[in-house]
């Protein structure tokens, strides 16, 4: 199983910046490991569902959901080190959330959270004003 953590997360004022980073690790029972994977990443604020923000592909192709915040949300990848990023600046409190990355072989806008496999812990965003 292709097992993923995500990082980063904290508490930053209004107009800071944190970079996130999501890891996977392991292998498949078909020996597909987190490179061959789509990954994606979402967060959850407080009483709210969980938004798509963007996704990445292994050849570094990306696609943004509704959750994305053009100009100030970056999706990276590194995958000589199975490590998926996202780069978020000029933060706001709204930007205040729990932030997820999971594994897909989905490709597209229309992106759920039904089309995750394998889901993260989390990682707390807390923006200050």
């Known amino acids: 199983q292709v097992q993923v953590v995500e990082s980063g997360g904290g508490l930053v004022q209004a107009g800071g910046s944190l970079r996130l980073s999501c890891v996977g690790s392991?292998?498949?029972?078909?020996?597909?490991?987190?490179?061959?994977?789509?990954v994606a990443w979402f967060r959850q604020a407080p009483g709210k569902e969980r938004e798509f923000i963007g996704l990445i592909s292994w050849s570094g192709e990306i696609t943004e959901g509704p959750g994305a915040e053009q100009e100030r949300f970056t999706i990276s990848r590194d995958n000589a080190k199975n490590t998926v990023f996202l780069q978020m600046n000029s933060l706001k409190p709204e930007d205040s959330a729990v932030y997820y990355c999971?594994?897909?072989?989905?490709?597209?806008?229309?992106?759920?959270?039904?089309?995750?496999?394998?889901w993260g812990q989390g990682t707390q965003v807390t923006v200050s004003a």
């Open positions: 999971g594994t897909t072989t989905f490709w597209g806008r229309e992106l759920s959270t039904q089309n995750i496999i394998s």
């Open positions: 392991g292998r498949t029972s078909s020996r597909r490991t987190f490179g061959d994977y789509n």
